[in-house]
């Protein structure tokens, strides 16, 4: 076999892709140059990385870098603050801190120094100043906190009074509305914790559980569980209900008329299908359905 006149067939046939690359490189260089993806090409390009859109957006920027400020007034006051974002009429207005999130119309407006905050909704963490690190998501969520750091706030007007009240999390509509500078509270669901101002390291899960209260270390689960408690601390409520009725006293309340409700549902199915295994007891609990509070001493 001729090897040599193999090599000078692969060498030329090489030689031939490489040339046939340049020039479809070449083809779409020169085609770049007199098309875009959009007409008219994009605006909006600043040195350091920087993007805006809109009246005075971005309007003080010295030296600041990679920020984007997309509509009136966005980002108007940021000079060095870098790797913020704000979208919408007023975000950001008056910041000078770095790595901000503002999506909606007056998100983050009064924000000054404040760093990592990320606020979705309109008027969502509106009064922040100084405050680090909070989390809004919904319509005047944590709209009046200044200093607080470390919150999380998902639904409209969640953790909506809060003013100094750190590492505090919200989810639901209205959830912790009145707290102003309680601290380490965990309320899920709607208005739960919603009257509370100061009260600490209380955590409600369900529909208006500990609704009223505002004093502290209170553990309520369950839809209206520690409903009307106020100044009662070291309360905790198991159960739909439990507890609703006790306002200042410390408790452990379980209810358990929803399990028992439960029970009493699949008696007759039981009973039915498998008569020896039906529990001889499971008629008389159904029909009991009671709630145990143990009053602590």
Known sequence: MNTTFLSTTYIHRSLARTLLFV????VCFALCQTAHAVSPPPDGGYPGGNTAEGQDALFSLTTGNYNTALGFWALRSNRTGSFNTGVGAGTLLKNTGAENTAIGAGALLDNTIGASNTATGESALFNNTIGNNNTANGASALE?????????????EALWGNIAGSNNTAAGVQALFE?????????NGVSTLKHNTEGSNNTATG??????????????????????NTTGSFNIALGSNAGSNLTTATTISISVIT??????????FASA?????????????AAQSFQAVYQLS
Do not use: Y
Request: zero cysteines; hydrophobic letters at 45%; proline letters at 7%.
């Open 23 to 26: 020039l479809l490189m070449a």
């Open 144 to 156: 009046t906190n200044a200093t607080g750091s470390n919150n999380t706030a998902i639904g409209v």
């Open 179 to 187: 707290n102003v500078t309680g601290f380490q509270n965990t309320a």
């Open 207 to 228: 529909f208006q559980a500990l609704l009223n209260t505002r004093s502290g270390d209170n553990t309520a689960i369950g839809a209206n569980a520690l409903f009307a």
């Open 259 to 268: 399990s028992a409700a439960l029970l009493a549902s699949r008696a007759p």
């Open 273 to 285: 299908t498998h008569p020896s295994r039906a529990p001889p007891m499971l008629p008389a609990l």
